[in-house]
């Protein structure tokens, strides 16, 4: 990725924090006002920003409205003005150093607010394919002077993720059905945050998502609910979340790594789980018990707790398998991919050591279909190449 990132910007690991900081007051919140001013406060956060509002296009009265400006009461603009108005003309972002110089800037919001726009970063906000509001940032603060690139980035972040909650505030508010909407908006920001998880550790293609695809196989032939495959699909997303806690150098090592360097990988598994610790719903419940427990072995020799058999959540059961065959079956970077049959052999040879004989069970009987999205042709086998040796 060639990113334009100044040195002040947020690690994406301090932006997971303060998604975790934020999740519990979004997903306590209803009222579509009080949304609108966390999600600006965690985007002012994010980007770093002096101003942020999530502007909402009000359809009856052809305007945008946002309730809380930071310090300033509702505001309402013409769906045309601005910068916002472009944004959600052009469905494009706006990333500008200096308003005063950009003949899309409307003043007059300045003049009211008796403030002074300098740096302004717009992103349209969208849910199921429709806009219905803009994000806005308004005068970066701190050591810089203008956005970058990867605020930008951050402010699409955050604009699916209002997005989504908003919607389903609002949905929720006209169908009564709040519980399983905002069910849903969880589970968008835990597919958000498995992508920061997944863009920190630079695993190749989608590991993430074929480790819940391949759970979730797992969790159906196991005999699981349908509800149970789903939360396992959501909560696998988030199995390698610690490892935004791990420093690049040991995270984006080539080599092997060093015992000591091992045991600082090692704790990626404590730190996942202890973000999720405190969550009440059972989706990130789950997510915290696969978080903590997917290095676990069926023989007890595993990490970080030595559990044994079936004191092991089986939700981490099942994702420590997918997990393992991904890792196997894919590239990483301190290792090549192996070929299908060693996976196999592998897999069968672990059977009751690290995992529980059933789901290797499962696995074998149903190869060809688990294998199958590491097909076709081959995609993640380097056909001819050895597996590497590895302790
Ligand atoms: P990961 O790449 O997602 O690998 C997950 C698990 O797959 C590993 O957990 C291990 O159980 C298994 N696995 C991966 N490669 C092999 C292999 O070549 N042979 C066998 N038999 N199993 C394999 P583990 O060992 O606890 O590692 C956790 C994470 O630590 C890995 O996640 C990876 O991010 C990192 N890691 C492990 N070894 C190395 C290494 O030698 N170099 C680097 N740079 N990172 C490593
Ligand atoms: C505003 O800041 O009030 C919206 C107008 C604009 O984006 O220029
Ligand atoms: C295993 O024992 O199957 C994997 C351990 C490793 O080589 O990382
Ligand atoms: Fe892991
Ligand atoms: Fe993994």
Known sequence: MA??????DLRDSQ?????FEYMPKIAAEHRTDSLLLLMADLGRRIVQAD????WLIDEERNELWTKVAHGVNELRIPLTAGFVGYSLKTGQPVLVEDAYQDSRFDRRSDLKNNYHTTSVMTMPMESEGRVMGVFQAINKIGDNVFFSQKDLEHLKLISVYSAKTIESA???QKLE???EELESAHMELIRILGEVSEFRSQEVGDHIHRVSEISRMLARYYG????QQKLIYYASLLHDLGKVGIPDMVLKKEGRLTDSEYTQMKSHS???RTLLRDSRTDLLRMAADIAGAHHERWNGNGYPDRLEG???PLAARICSVADVLDALACPRCYKTAWLEEHVREEMKKSRGTYFQPELIDILMDHWDEFYSCYKPNGMFIKKGLLPPVKA
Do not use: F, M, P
């Open 170 to 172: 609002i949905r929720a």
């Open 224 to 227: 699981l609910s349908e509800e």
């Open 15 to 19: 932006v997971a924090d303060l998604l």
């Open 270 to 272: 404590v730190i996942g």
């Open 51 to 54: 101003r942020c509002s999530l």
């Open 177 to 179: 059905h709040k519980a």
């Open 3 to 8: 990113y334009q990132v100044n040195d002040t």
């Open 310 to 312: 079936e004191n092991i």
